[in-house]
């Protein structure tokens, strides 16, 4: 079935995927894949599937976002950008409560300290394995 014919709602709503072959790891985790006007959020929903959100850059969306997370139980988030488009967002998920994880894009699976933990407090990166995020 095509796409615009499918019944999941747009990304702008939040669509829903199937995760058949997926087990969850953390129930209150989420993952982001930021760019420099766009950032999708994909979180676990209902029975077996995952929710994908989009949402833009401006500071009312990464509040949106933020609210979307706590909203719906997430406490932790993963986080690939390429640049310094995470800044803002880490920021404001910062001032939630939420443990933000900067993902290099290269995979933890075969890089395990390719997950880094940020904190404003920090004075750098801190590496650790991706079952620690």
Known sequence: MAR???????LAQGEIRSTDGLSVINPHA???DIGAEQMYVCLPGP???HIVRSFGAYTADL???ARWLVENGIQTIAMESTGVYWNPLFEVLEQRGLHCCLIRATSPVSSPHAI?????TASGFRPF???AC
């Open 116 to 120: 880094r933990p940020m904190s404003s």
């Open 30 to 32: 989420a993952g982001a």
């Open 47 to 49: 029975e077996r599937t």
């Open 129 to 131: 394995t991706h079952s």
């Open 63 to 65: 509040q949106a976002l």
């Open 4 to 10: 615009s014919q499918s019944n999941s709602r747009s």
